[in-house]
């Protein structure tokens, strides 16, 4: 874990880039990160963002793509439209949360 | 002084781009389906094209009738640690089948029917040998609806050029 920056920002990132503190996460900052990755953030989003975010801080692990479709709702084909190809880790990347640890 | 960096971005599109993967289903019991199934959801969730060929005793994973009914027997098993004189009673196949369906909805991993669901959802390709559908006298309105076809064992060759294959 070091010390980098996003969008202007110091912030803690892992190896790979994923942020690795809760708290030091923006709306802003997210914006930046989709920007990264070629990713135009919409509503839809937004959604899946703000549900793994919440998830992420009543359960405290980032949750795996089958419990965003069966607890947040949205459905696992709009999940890979939304975010091609490694939606769970695209997802996470966003919203400042560790990759999913979970198996399935 | 420390100087601070851009953060590095991960590589997310470039390594899963021209992997594919084959997982051959040929097992139908509720311990050797979900190998195949763990590892086609975590291939497509990685962005890599995958195709499940489901063939002789795997066909009761998407068979209608067998799908939802797949059963674990202890019976000959040793990685259970139970004595093998008891695992031969009655109801024990059936006992043993609850707990490890039990276990399994523990951890949040979904029954067979969800499973395929989820993995077409996926983009997930699922297809049915023929050989096995002509001995089990299976039509296509037998299985399960998302599966593809039923193909010979050399479409399944054509299909599979290039693909890392996994025989289950």
């Known amino acids: ?104 | 002084m420390t100087l601070t960096l851009e953060a590095p971005v991960p590589v997310f599109d470039d390594l899963g781009s021209g992997r594919k993967l084959a997982i051959i289903c040929s097992k139908g019991s509720l311990d050797m389906a979900y190998p195949g199934m763990v590892l086609a959801n975590a291939a497509l969730g990685e962005g890599i094209e995958t195709h499940l060929f489901f063939t002789f005793w795997g066909f009761d994973i998407i068979n209608k009738e067998t799908m939802s009914h797949l059963q674990f027997t202890p019976l000959g098993n040793p990685a259970t640690h139970m004595p093998p004189m008891l695992m031969g009673l009655p109801g024990m196949t059936s006992f043993a089948t609850h707990m490890m369906k039990k276990q399994i909805e523990g951890i949040d991993v979904p029954d067979i029917p969800e499973f395929l669901e989820m993995i077409t959802d996926s983009g997930g390709h699922l297809w049915a040998c023929k050989m096995s559908a002509d001995m089990m006298h299976l039509e296509p309105e037998d299985l399960y609806d998302r599966v593809e076809g039923i193909i010979s064992a050399s479409d399944f060759i054509e299909l599979s050029e290039g693909a890392q294959t996994i025989f289950i």
């Open chain 1, 1 to 104: 874990m070091s010390t980098a920056t996003i969008g202007g920002h110091d912030v803690h990132v892992d190896q790979e880039g994923f942020m690795t503190v809760y708290d030091e996460w923006t709306e802003d900052l997210a914006s930046t990160l989709a920007d990264n990755i070629d990713i135009r953030l919409t509503d839809e989003h937004w959604a899946a963002i703000r549900f793994i975010r919440d998830d992420f801080k009543a359960m405290g692990e980032t949750p795996t793509l089958r419990r965003v479709t069966t607890v947040g709702g949205i459905p696992t084909k709009r999940l890979f439209e939304l975010f091609p190809k490694k939606p769970a880790k695209k997802m996470a990347y966003i919203a400042g949360l560790p990759k999913p640890a979970g198996c399935v």
